[in-house]
């Protein structure tokens, strides 16, 4: 794959736009049933905002992008995956898994700073 962070931003938004719609639509008595749909508009916020700092980190020459898009990655899943299925499952105990989500998003954004600072540069 040539760009695989660009592929897993651009695939990212596509599944946050499409989960932002279902919730909105397909799951708003369940949501709002259960007091779950400002968890579930949370997980689509964050989902999307990272979608879009992954096509930037895969369109970027700095090393540290790179580190910085896995760290999204690991974050939209621990983060925003658990929110959404907290929302579903109103299982609460999965909210002590989103801080670690939230973790490796700041240490994605710290990643994607300390590279700008350096002007890490591609090898």
């Not at 932002?20 to 008595?29: D, M, N, Q």
């Not at 999307?48 to 540290?64: D, E, I, Q, S, Y």
């Amino acid at each position: 794959m040539k760009h695989p962070l660009v592929f897993a931003g651009a695939l990212a938004g596509f599944l946050g736009v499409a989960l932002g719609a279902f919730g909105a639509h397909a799951l708003s008595g369940l949501l709002a049933s259960n007091g779950m749909t400002e968890v579930w508009h949370t997980a689509v916020l964050y989902h999307l905002v990272h979608a879009v700092a992954l096509l930037w980190a895969g369109n970027t020459a700095m090393r540290k992008a790179r580190l910085a898009g896995v760290l999204w990655i690991v974050g939209i899943v621990l983060f925003s995956g658990s929110l959404y299925a907290m929302a579903l499952t109103d299982w609460r105990p999965l909210g002590y898994v989103t801080p670690f989500g939230g973790l490796a998003l700041l240490a994605g954004w710290a990643a994607a700073a300390i590279g700008a600072l350096r002007g890490d540069p591609e090898i």
